[in-house]
T-cell receptor, first 112, second 117 residues
Framework: AQSVTQPDIHITVSEGASLELRCNYSYGATPYLFWYVQSPGQGLQLLLKYFSGDTLVQGIKGFEAEFKRSQSSFNLRKPSVHWSDAAEYFCAVGAGGNKLTFGGGTRVLVKP | DARVTQTPRHKVTEMGQEVTMRCQPILGHNTVFWYRQTMMQGLELLAYFRNRAPLDDSGMPKDRFSAEMPDATLATLKIQPSEPRDSAVYFC???????????????FGQGTRLTVV
Protein backbone atom coordinates (compact mmCIF):
# COMPACT_ATOMS: atom_id res chain seq x y z
CA ALA A 1 0.00 0.00 0.00
CA GLN A 2 1.15 3.50 -0.71
CA SER A 3 2.02 6.03 1.97
CA VAL A 4 3.24 9.60 2.17
CA THR A 5 5.27 11.22 4.93
CA GLN A 6 5.69 14.92 5.42
CA PRO A 7 8.26 15.17 8.21
CA ASP A 8 7.64 18.81 9.06
CA ILE A 9 4.33 19.62 10.73
CA HIS A 10 5.03 23.36 10.92
CA ILE A 11 7.47 25.62 9.12
CA THR A 12 7.96 29.32 9.74
CA VAL A 13 9.65 31.37 7.05
CA SER A 14 10.25 35.07 6.57
CA GLU A 15 8.61 36.81 3.66
CA GLY A 16 11.01 36.88 0.74
CA ALA A 17 12.96 33.88 1.97
CA SER A 18 13.07 30.55 0.21
CA LEU A 19 10.84 27.65 1.21
CA GLU A 20 11.32 23.91 0.92
CA LEU A 21 8.75 21.37 2.07
CA ARG A 22 9.74 17.76 2.32
CA CYS A 23 7.76 14.79 1.09
CA ASN A 24 8.72 11.12 1.12
CA TYR A 25 6.58 8.45 -0.41
CA SER A 26 6.28 4.72 -0.47
CA TYR A 27 4.74 3.15 -3.52
CA GLY A 28 5.33 -0.14 -5.26
CA ALA A 29 5.12 1.11 -8.81
CA THR A 30 5.86 4.29 -10.70
CA PRO A 31 4.52 7.03 -8.47
CA TYR A 32 2.19 9.76 -9.56
CA LEU A 33 2.86 12.63 -7.19
CA PHE A 34 1.00 15.78 -6.32
CA TRP A 35 1.23 18.84 -4.15
CA TYR A 36 -1.95 20.53 -2.98
CA VAL A 37 -2.37 23.73 -0.98
CA GLN A 38 -5.17 24.46 1.44
CA SER A 39 -5.80 28.02 2.53
CA PRO A 40 -7.71 28.55 5.78
CA GLY A 41 -11.35 27.56 5.41
CA GLN A 42 -10.87 26.46 1.85
CA GLY A 43 -10.66 23.25 -0.10
CA LEU A 44 -7.51 21.85 -1.63
CA GLN A 45 -6.03 23.37 -4.75
CA LEU A 46 -3.58 21.54 -6.97
CA LEU A 47 -0.17 23.21 -7.16
CA LEU A 48 1.60 20.74 -9.41
CA LYS A 49 1.85 17.11 -10.35
CA TYR A 50 4.41 14.65 -11.60
CA PHE A 51 3.69 11.72 -13.85
CA SER A 52 6.86 11.08 -15.82
CA GLY A 53 9.60 12.81 -17.77
CA ASP A 54 11.45 15.82 -16.46
CA THR A 55 11.96 15.36 -12.74
CA LEU A 56 11.69 19.08 -12.05
CA VAL A 57 8.07 20.12 -12.25
CA GLN A 58 6.80 23.68 -12.40
CA GLY A 59 3.49 24.57 -10.83
CA ILE A 60 1.29 27.52 -10.15
CA LYS A 61 2.09 30.43 -7.84
CA GLY A 62 5.82 30.10 -8.47
CA PHE A 63 6.20 26.66 -6.91
CA GLU A 64 8.30 23.82 -8.23
CA ALA A 65 9.00 20.30 -7.07
CA GLU A 66 11.72 17.80 -7.80
CA PHE A 67 11.18 14.07 -8.02
CA LYS A 68 14.10 11.98 -6.79
CA ARG A 69 13.47 8.31 -7.23
CA SER A 70 16.63 7.26 -5.38
CA GLN A 71 15.44 9.13 -2.29
CA SER A 72 11.71 8.45 -2.72
CA SER A 73 11.19 12.17 -2.36
CA PHE A 74 9.15 14.89 -4.01
CA ASN A 75 10.10 18.11 -2.27
CA LEU A 76 8.31 21.36 -2.95
CA ARG A 77 10.20 24.62 -3.28
CA LYS A 78 9.62 28.30 -3.78
CA PRO A 79 12.51 30.76 -4.15
CA SER A 80 10.79 33.70 -2.46
CA VAL A 81 7.65 33.35 -0.38
CA HIS A 82 4.86 35.87 -0.15
CA TRP A 83 2.57 36.42 2.83
CA SER A 84 -0.22 34.85 0.78
CA ASP A 85 1.68 31.55 0.75
CA ALA A 86 0.75 30.97 4.38
CA ALA A 87 -1.35 27.82 4.19
CA GLU A 88 -1.20 24.10 4.69
CA TYR A 89 0.51 22.02 2.04
CA PHE A 90 -0.24 18.41 1.29
CA CYS A 91 1.81 15.95 -0.68
CA ALA A 92 -0.09 13.04 -2.22
CA VAL A 93 0.63 9.91 -4.20
CA GLY A 94 -1.85 8.74 -6.77
CA ALA A 95 -2.93 5.20 -7.28
CA GLY A 96 -5.06 4.12 -10.18
CA GLY A 97 -8.24 5.94 -11.02
CA ASN A 98 -7.82 9.23 -9.18
CA LYS A 99 -7.42 7.67 -5.74
CA LEU A 100 -4.98 9.73 -3.69
CA THR A 101 -3.15 9.02 -0.46
CA PHE A 102 -2.21 12.20 1.38
CA GLY A 103 0.55 13.04 3.76
CA GLY A 104 -0.22 14.66 7.08
CA GLY A 105 0.39 18.15 5.78
CA THR A 106 2.85 20.94 6.58
CA ARG A 107 1.53 24.22 7.90
CA VAL A 108 3.51 27.21 6.66
CA LEU A 109 3.60 30.46 8.58
CA VAL A 110 5.07 33.52 6.88
CA LYS A 111 6.64 36.21 9.05
CA PRO A 112 6.66 39.81 7.83
CA ASP B 1 -15.48 28.28 -13.98
CA ALA B 2 -16.06 24.59 -13.26
CA ARG B 3 -15.91 23.63 -9.62
CA VAL B 4 -17.10 21.07 -7.14
CA THR B 5 -19.95 22.42 -5.04
CA GLN B 6 -20.67 21.19 -1.54
CA THR B 7 -23.62 22.00 0.66
CA PRO B 8 -24.01 22.95 3.39
CA ARG B 9 -20.71 24.70 4.12
CA HIS B 10 -21.30 24.46 7.85
CA LYS B 11 -23.54 22.19 9.90
CA VAL B 12 -24.04 22.02 13.63
CA THR B 13 -26.21 19.21 14.87
CA GLU B 14 -27.00 17.35 18.03
CA MET B 15 -25.73 13.88 18.70
CA GLY B 16 -28.09 11.26 17.35
CA GLN B 17 -29.43 13.37 14.53
CA GLU B 18 -29.14 12.45 10.87
CA VAL B 19 -26.78 14.53 8.76
CA THR B 20 -26.76 14.65 4.98
CA MET B 21 -23.99 16.33 3.04
CA ARG B 22 -24.30 16.97 -0.68
CA CYS B 23 -21.83 17.33 -3.48
CA GLN B 24 -22.21 18.39 -7.07
CA PRO B 25 -19.18 17.16 -9.03
CA ILE B 26 -17.75 18.99 -12.00
CA LEU B 27 -19.91 18.36 -15.03
CA GLY B 28 -18.53 15.47 -17.02
CA HIS B 29 -16.44 14.03 -14.20
CA ASN B 30 -17.21 10.40 -13.55
CA THR B 31 -15.26 9.82 -10.35
CA VAL B 32 -16.33 11.20 -6.99
CA PHE B 33 -14.52 10.97 -3.67
CA TRP B 34 -15.44 11.69 -0.09
CA TYR B 35 -12.63 12.64 2.27
CA ARG B 36 -12.72 13.49 5.95
CA GLN B 37 -10.22 15.88 7.49
CA THR B 38 -9.49 16.02 11.21
CA MET B 39 -6.61 17.37 13.20
CA MET B 40 -5.76 13.94 14.50
CA GLN B 41 -6.12 11.82 11.36
CA GLY B 42 -5.50 14.32 8.59
CA LEU B 43 -7.17 13.57 5.26
CA GLU B 44 -8.80 10.16 5.10
CA LEU B 45 -10.53 8.68 2.09
CA LEU B 46 -13.99 7.51 3.08
CA ALA B 47 -15.41 6.34 -0.22
CA TYR B 48 -15.22 6.78 -3.94
CA PHE B 49 -17.44 6.18 -6.90
CA ARG B 50 -16.90 5.78 -10.59
CA ASN B 51 -19.81 6.13 -12.97
CA ARG B 52 -22.03 6.30 -9.88
CA ALA B 53 -20.98 2.85 -8.68
CA PRO B 54 -19.16 2.56 -5.35
CA LEU B 55 -15.62 1.27 -5.90
CA ASP B 56 -14.20 1.53 -2.44
CA ASP B 57 -15.87 2.45 0.82
CA SER B 58 -13.49 0.64 3.11
CA GLY B 59 -12.61 3.86 4.89
CA MET B 60 -16.16 4.49 5.96
CA PRO B 61 -17.75 3.26 9.21
CA LYS B 62 -20.50 1.11 7.75
CA ASP B 63 -22.78 1.12 10.74
CA ARG B 64 -23.57 4.82 10.56
CA PHE B 65 -22.22 6.20 7.30
CA SER B 66 -23.64 5.76 3.85
CA ALA B 67 -22.65 7.27 0.51
CA GLU B 68 -24.70 7.31 -2.65
CA MET B 69 -24.89 8.88 -6.08
CA PRO B 70 -28.55 9.18 -6.99
CA ASP B 71 -27.49 10.63 -10.34
CA ALA B 72 -24.36 11.84 -12.09
CA THR B 73 -24.75 15.37 -10.75
CA LEU B 74 -25.27 14.56 -7.08
CA ALA B 75 -23.35 12.63 -4.46
CA THR B 76 -24.50 12.35 -0.87
CA LEU B 77 -22.84 11.35 2.37
CA LYS B 78 -25.16 10.54 5.22
CA ILE B 79 -24.44 9.94 8.87
CA GLN B 80 -27.14 8.36 11.01
CA PRO B 81 -26.96 8.63 13.95
CA SER B 82 -24.28 11.28 14.24
CA GLU B 83 -21.77 11.28 17.09
CA PRO B 84 -19.40 13.96 18.43
CA ARG B 85 -16.41 12.05 17.02
CA ASP B 86 -17.84 12.64 13.54
CA SER B 87 -17.02 16.34 13.88
CA ALA B 88 -14.68 17.11 10.99
CA VAL B 89 -14.49 18.78 7.61
CA TYR B 90 -15.84 16.55 4.88
CA PHE B 91 -14.51 17.13 1.38
CA CYS B 92 -15.90 15.97 -1.88
CA UNK B 93 -13.63 15.75 -4.90
CA UNK B 94 -14.23 14.76 -8.48
CA UNK B 95 -12.09 13.64 -11.36
CA UNK B 96 -12.34 12.40 -14.91
CA UNK B 97 -10.92 8.97 -14.18
CA UNK B 98 -10.68 6.59 -17.07
CA UNK B 99 -8.86 3.93 -15.13
CA UNK B 100 -5.55 5.09 -16.55
CA UNK B 101 -2.90 5.86 -13.98
CA UNK B 102 -2.43 9.24 -15.59
CA UNK B 103 -5.97 10.29 -14.72
CA UNK B 104 -5.23 10.92 -11.10
CA UNK B 105 -6.04 14.58 -10.61
CA UNK B 106 -8.84 15.26 -8.15
CA UNK B 107 -10.63 18.61 -7.88
CA PHE B 108 -11.83 19.47 -4.40
CA GLY B 109 -14.86 21.28 -3.11
CA GLN B 110 -14.64 23.73 -0.23
CA GLY B 111 -15.87 21.21 2.27
CA THR B 112 -18.64 20.87 4.83
CA ARG B 113 -17.58 21.65 8.37
CA LEU B 114 -19.62 19.38 10.62
CA THR B 115 -19.90 19.89 14.35
CA VAL B 116 -21.80 17.33 16.39
CA VAL B 117 -22.60 18.46 19.92
Amino acid sequence: AQSVTQPDIHITVSEGASLELRCNYSYGATPYLFWYVQSPGQGLQLLLKYFSGDTLVQGIKGFEAEFKRSQSSFNLRKPSVHWSDAAEYFCAVGAGGNKLTFGGGTRVLVKP
Amino acid sequence: DARVTQTPRHKVTEMGQEVTMRCQPILGHNTVFWYRQTMMQGLELLAYFRNRAPLDDSGMPKDRFSAEMPDATLATLKIQPSEPRDSAVYFCASGSGTGSLRDTEAFFGQGTRLTVV
